[in-house]
């Protein structure tokens, strides 16, 4: 951009001048001399330039003579070099201090690095002290060539020495590496191979690349390998009198923590639907995550099926959701009031006892299922069912219509089988154990739920004609109401038969004597894989009762080890002598008395037309609560 000035041309470089400018030649024309100035310029930046160039054009003036404009030329030309020569040196000094300040910084990250290594080390200074202090614990011979192996378990690190597994297998069964090596592999190996190199032998090489796999499977789960007994002789090892106390100490710590391992991953059921909201399969978009594999508590059976019924699952919900709160209604008066611990385990430890309670939640939430999916096919949300098609009753009027869009109450129970008797179904235990006989109760329970749901439908109609005289009805099928079925089960929980598991197989050699002896072992082991009566006073159960096949615990005071949570806190009825009263509500502890204010509707006035309104009434009552 060029300016006038002093009526000649020059230039000015605005903010966006470049950062640097070298002036090369300089021509200045005076009175038809050429004075070339070939000295260059140094390098300067862009408020340099516009000083020398304010310097020049003051020094190119017509009165001076050409000696005098090359002087003073000059001496511009040396003060910025002197500039220059100052910003380089400046420009070191940062160089400096940069790189300074990335010394320090580097020496900070290896101080922290250390420290870092000094907590590792005494982490596994600590792991070897846990090892050597249990190193009596496990003891293996070999039964050939009656050596001490070095045994490898699998330990968890910062622990107190508890054993570490990944799967529910590993929990079964402590899994014990044996490696007849004199090879160590320590925590401090961590991050390699675990093992060192230059072995001899083509098996040595396998066994070693073998340790390593497993330490680098261990670092991947977090668990870490922990040297049992480092010495490895030939010479027999002397037996002691308190090994095999031990070893029965040990094997009982082992089987306590199994089983407790195993009742937590029992827990974890389909229950826990009802108390997470589950999103419609339709407001999935394209490339999300499938329903299925987000939801928590499916065995592997019911995962199949909700991935061939994404739609049904949101009913499943709704049908448990439904069943916890018919629970917690009817049982609101009772010691156990059906309380839900989390959403993952949902009622807690109580589910591990097969009691009355136990068997009244199985039931409860299979009713929910299939009082859910039976109203969905009728609202027309689900792609494999529709309006019920349930033939029409022998006792209906001829005169009356059978049509209209009923429950689908066959369908909702054909479901609901398949569904919540999947995850009882695949599991397998040896006939006769007590694992089996509670899976034939929950079978028992849930489909009394079900039973209890399909014949509490009836038939509901609906009149036609002018005015209401219900010249022609229109019947269809139609479910109960669901506080209707919660009050049968209720009924059918306080008259629940106590079983066991069948083991006398006498009997049925009486009953059939014309069994051949070939066939006699299977027909034995059915008949010993089935429940049956404790008292045998009492008639066998139907499909719609409810069976048990433990006591319930007391559920009066906290028990961490039955789930039971207690009565302390509870309200209580002081002038009733049923369970809700405070005598039995509190089991003998006494009670608080306090006074609270009640607000309640009153004086309730129908209008014309059509409503009713009501005034808002307070009242002092006196409240109880169990000590």
């Known amino acids: 951009m060029a300016q006038q000035v002093d009526g000649r041309q020059r230039d000015v470089y605005g903010p966006t001048a470049p950062p640097s400018v070298v002036i090369e030649t300089l021509h200045v024309g005076f009175g038809g001399w050429l004075c070339e100035l070939g000295k260059p310029f140094v390098q300067s930046s862009a408020d340099d330039y516009d000083k020398v160039i304010n310097d020049v054009d003051d020094v190119i003036n017509p009165e001076d003579s050409a000696s005098n404009v090359k002087s003073k030329t000059d001496s511009r030309m040396s003060r910025v070099s002197s500039t220059s020569s100052a910003r380089i040196k400046a420009e070191a000094e940062r160089a400096a201090l940069l790189e300074r300040a990335a010394g320090l910084k580097r020496k900070h ?7 870092k290594l000094k907590q590792e080390k005494e982490q596994l200074e600590l792991e070897t002290k846990l090892a050597a202090a249990n190193a009596k614990l496990l003891q293996v011979r070999s039964p050939k060539t009656n050596t001490t192996v070095q045994t490898y378990a699998f330990l968890d690190p910062g622990s107190t020495g508890t054993f570490c597994t990944e799967s529910l297998a590993q929990r079964l069964q402590l899994k014990v590496v044996h490696l007849i090596s004199s090879h160590v592999v320590t925590g401090g190996e961590r991050g390699g191979s675990g093992l060192k190199s230059g072995c001899e032998k083509e098996e040595e090489c396998k066994l070693k690349q073998g340790m390593g796999e497993i330490q680098s499977t261990l670092l991947s789960t977090g668990c870490s390998a922990v040297p049992r007994r480092t010495i490895m002789d030939n010479r027999p090892v002397p037996r002691r009198r308190t090994g095999a106390v031990r070893h029965l100490l040990l ?6 923590a199994c089983s407790s391992q195993l009742l937590m991953v029992e827990a974890n059921s389909w229950w826990s639907l009802g108390l997470t909201p589950i999103q419609r399969p339709e407001m999935y978009i394209i ?4 329903l299925c594999s987000q939801l928590s508590g499916l065995s592997q059976s019911q995962r199949k099926l909700c991935q061939l019924y994404q739609d049904h699952m949101s009913y499943i919900g709704d049908g448990a959701r439904t069943g916890i709160k018919e629970c917690q209604y009817q049982f609101k008066q009772r010691r156990w009031n059906c309380s839900t611990v989390d959403s993952t385990s949902v009622f807690g ?3 591990h006892i097969g009691s009355r309670e136990t068997a009244f ?3 409860i939430s299979a009713a929910g299922v299939v009082n859910a999916i039976s109203r969905a096919c009728r609202d027309g949300e689900l792609s494999t069912c529709g309006c019920s098609r349930a033939a029409r009753p022998r006792d209906l009027p001829r005169d009356w219509l059978w049509g209209g869009c009923g429950d689908n109450v066959h369908y909702g129970y054909r479901f609901a089988r398949e569904f919540v008797d999947a995850k009882e179904r695949e599991k397998n235990y040896p006939r006769g154990s007590r694992e089996y006989a509670r899976i034939l109760m929950n079978l028992h329970n849930n489909e009394a739920g079900r039973q209890a749901v399909y014949n509490q439908a009836h038939v509901a109609c609906k009149c036609h004609g002018v005015s209401g005289s219900c010249s022609l009805k229109t019947c269809w099928l139609q479910l109960a109401d669901f506080r209707r079925v919660g009050e049968f089960l209720k009924e059918k929980y306080d008259s629940a038969a106590a079983m066991q598991i069948g083991r006398k197989t006498t009997d049925l050699v009486v009953h059939c004597p014309d069994v051949s002896l070939k066939l006699l072992p299977s027909f034995l082991l059915l008949y010993q894989g089935k429940l049956e009566l404790k008292d045998k006073r009492f008639n066998n159960p139907t499909p719609e009762d409810m069976v048990y096949i433990d006591p319930s615990p007391d559920y009066c005071l906290r028990n961490e080890t039955t789930g039971s949570l207690g009565t302390h806190g509870r309200y209580c009825n002081k002038t009733s002598e049923g369970m809700d009263g405070c005598e039995l509500m509190c089991c003998g502890r006494g009670y608080d008395q306090f006074k609270t204010y009640k607000h309640e509707r009153c004086h309730c006035k129908f209008h014309w037309c059509c ?11 006196d409240q109880f609560l169990c000590k």
């Not at 990250?109 to 420290?115: D, K, M």
Request: with cysteine; net charge positive.
């Open 109 to 115: 990250h290896l101080e922290a690095l250390e420290e």
């Open 361 to 363: 939640t199985y039931a």
């Open 611 to 621: 409503y009713v309104k009501c005034r808002r009434c307070t009242t002092l009552v």
């Open 287 to 290: 490339g999300a995550q499938p």
């Open 349 to 351: 430890r109580v589910m």
């Open 251 to 256: 094997l009982a710590c082992v089987v306590l």
